[in-house]
């Protein structure tokens, strides 16, 4: 199969839960003391982890389809909590424990969904508000942005299609470069912004697009449809906020525009949305500027009610060595697995596939380091369910094989 390297010649580039003690042959006073902390409660154990690991989505405006914000919240679902976490369905995070780690992870610990299971197999106890120790709340929002930026009013998705791609132009107003390292996509109308692509381009490309189309904007898919267009942070539901890893950032360049590709998704009707973005600039040039680089296979063919079809898209031989920050494949919803790789090393495994369900992941360490010659591999695995032929295309009902790198030159 052909593959193809998009842009890479031009880089720049608690409290513990002791468990019962099944054995213990008499209750003492103590043990019965120990076997009353054994059980878990709410505000001690489940709390502090709910608003870490599940308030993100679960709050009266977020994502997840019920709040987890008071302890009557979580009493009446317990079962179906303990349930979804031990099945790992919740929270959502889908790269393999088996292949790297990423930072911020969304998986649970096996202590902490046991807790969740023996939690709610007590009845739910509430316990003592004195035992909260929760952390203060998961920050939500990025600390002092440079800039809040918007396409200046509300835009109401197209009903007539289940997803509309749409991009809007944004004038940073940018005197002089900056190092972008750190961004807020803020969702307005949340249950139908599904992702958010933000683009720097050259203002004369981008505004020629914003007035070939009438009204606010222009339909857009798969990309901006901006032959300058580079991409420069990503968003998807659940993501609060970015941070670029320490010393790294992209360059923006002074009067560049930028350009905001959203993904809507009208199943749930349609709502004016003005959604916001807030950057934050680093305030010294930073030492070492990334690039978002593509690998893709645009040239499959799935076949109609294939299962397992393949395609990898190569880098081939890397002409210089590079330092990859963090990963991000990309397939639509007939995607079954997807898995990068650099010299066989595994860079993501997705076992299961879920097109709601992507994102950026930015590694744990300190990136890793593929030297000159290696190839970055990208394997996507797909399941026809439908008696179509299925080829590279923009539509949610076509497919893609494309990641994106963050790199920095090594
Ligand atoms: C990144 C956002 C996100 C996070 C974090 C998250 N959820 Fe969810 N949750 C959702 C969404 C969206 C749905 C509905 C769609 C779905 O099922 O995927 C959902 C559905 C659920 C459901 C009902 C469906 C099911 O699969 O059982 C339960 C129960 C649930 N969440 C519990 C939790 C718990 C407990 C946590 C924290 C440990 C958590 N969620 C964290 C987004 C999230």
């Given at each position: 199969?052909?593959?193809?390297?998009?842009?890479?010649?031009?880089?720049?580039?608690?409290?513990?839960?002791?468990?019962?003690?099944?054995?213990?042959?008499?209750?003492?006073?103590?043990?019965?003391?120990?076997?009353?902390?054994?059980?878990?409660?709410?505000?001690?154990d489940?709390?502090?982890?709910?608003a870490?690991?599940?308030?993100?989505?679960?709050?009266?405006?977020?994502?997840?389809?019920?709040?987890?914000?008071?302890?009557?919240?979580a009493?009446?679902?317990?079962?179906?909590?303990?349930?979804?976490?031990?099945?790992?369905?919740?929270?959502?995070?889908?790269?393999?424990?088996?292949?790297?780690?990423?930072?911020?992870?969304?998986?649970?610990?096996?202590?902490?969904?046991?807790?969740?299971?023996?939690?709610?197999?007590?009845?739910?106890?509430?316990?003592?508000?004195?035992?909260?120790?929760?952390?203060?709340?998961?920050?939500?929002?990025?600390?002092?942005?440079?800039?809040?930026?918007?396409?200046?009013?509300?835009?109401?998705?197209?009903?007539?299609?289940?997803d509309?791609?749409?991009?809007?132009?944004?004038?940073?107003?940018?005197?002089?470069?900056?190092?972008?390292?750190?961004?807020?996509?803020?969702?307005?109308?949340?249950?139908?912004?599904?992702?958010?692509?933000?683009?720097?381009?050259?203002?004369?490309?981008?505004?020629?697009?914003?007035?070939?189309?009438?009204?606010?904007?222009?339909?857009?898919?798969?990309?901006?449809?901006?032959?300058?267009?580079?991409?420069?942070?990503t968003?998807?539901?659940?993501?609060?906020?970015?941070?670029?890893?320490?010393?790294?950032?992209?360059?923006?360049?002074?009067?560049?525009?930028?350009?905001?590709?959203?993904?809507?998704?009208?199943?749930?009707?349609?709502?004016?949305?003005?959604?916001r973005?807030?950057?934050?600039?680093?305030?010294?040039p930073?030492?070492?500027r990334?690039?978002?680089?593509?690998?893709?296979?645009?040239?499959?063919?799935?076949?109609?009610?294939?299962?397992?079809?393949?395609a990898?898209?190569?880098?081939?031989?890397?002409?210089?060595?590079?330092?990859?920050?963090?990963?991000?494949?990309?397939?639509?919803?007939?995607?079954?697995?997807?898995?990068?790789?650099?010299?066989?090393?595994?860079?993501?495994?997705?076992?299961?596939?879920?097109f709601?369900?992507?994102?950026?992941?930015?590694y744990?360490?300190?990136?890793?380091?593929?030297?000159?010659?290696?190839?970055?591999?990208?394997?996507?695995?797909?399941?026809?369910?439908?008696?179509?032929?299925?080829?590279?295309?923009?539509?949610?009902?076509?497919?893609m094989?494309?990641?994106?790198?963050?790199?920095?030159?090594?």
């Amino acid at each position: 199969m052909k593959t193809r390297l998009l842009g890479l010649s031009t880089l720049l580039v608690s409290t513990l839960w002791l468990g019962c003690d099944s054995e213990s042959p008499s209750i003492t006073p103590e043990s019965e003391e120990a076997a009353q902390k054994a059980v878990p409660t709410w505000y001690r154990d489940i709390k502090p982890i709910v608003a870490q690991r599940c308030e993100g989505c679960h709050t009266a405006t977020g994502i997840g389809p019920f709040a987890l914000s008071t302890y009557q919240d979580a009493q009446a679902r317990a079962a179906a909590l303990a349930d979804s976490v031990k099945a790992r369905r919740m929270p959502p995070w889908l790269p393999s424990p088996d292949c790297q780690k990423f930072s911020p992870e969304r998986r649970l610990s096996q202590k902490e969904i046991d807790l969740f299971v023996a939690w709610s197999q007590a009845g739910a106890p509430q316990g003592n508000p004195a035992d909260d120790k929760s952390l203060p709340p998961v920050r939500l929002s990025l600390e002092s942005p440079s800039v809040t930026l918007d396409w200046g009013e509300a835009y109401t998705p197209s009903a007539a299609k289940q997803d509309d791609y749409h991009c809007f132009l944004i004038d940073p107003k940018l005197q002089k470069d900056q190092d972008l390292v750190a961004y807020e996509f803020a969702p307005d109308q949340r249950h139908e912004v599904h992702h958010a692509l933000i683009y720097s381009a050259t203002m004369a490309d981008a505004k020629a697009k914003d007035d070939a189309a009438p009204g606010l904007g222009w339909p857009c898919s798969g990309s901006s449809d901006v032959k300058s267009a580079e991409l420069v942070a990503t968003w998807v539901p659940g993501e609060t906020f970015a941070e670029y890893p320490t010393r790294t950032g992209i360059r923006i360049r002074a009067g560049s525009a930028l350009i905001a590709q959203l993904h809507y998704n009208t199943r749930h009707g349609v709502t004016p949305d003005r959604s916001r973005l807030k950057l934050r600039y680093s305030e010294s040039p930073v030492p070492n500027r990334a690039t978002i680089v593509p690998i893709a296979n645009a040239s499959f063919v799935i076949n109609p009610y294939q299962k397992g079809a393949t395609a990898v898209a190569s880098s081939g031989p890397l002409p210089v060595p590079l330092k990859i920050w963090g990963v991000f494949p990309h397939m639509h919803e007939l995607g079954r697995s997807a898995k990068i790789t650099a010299n066989n090393d595994c860079l993501v495994e997705i076992p299961q596939w879920q097109f709601h369900w992507q994102q950026m992941y930015f590694y744990d360490s300190d990136g890793i380091t593929v030297p000159k010659g290696s190839e970055v591999k990208y394997t996507c695995t797909w399941d026809n369910s439908t008696g179509r032929t299925i080829r590279w295309g923009d539509g949610t009902e076509d497919e893609m094989c494309i990641a994106f790198f963050y790199t920095t030159l090594y």
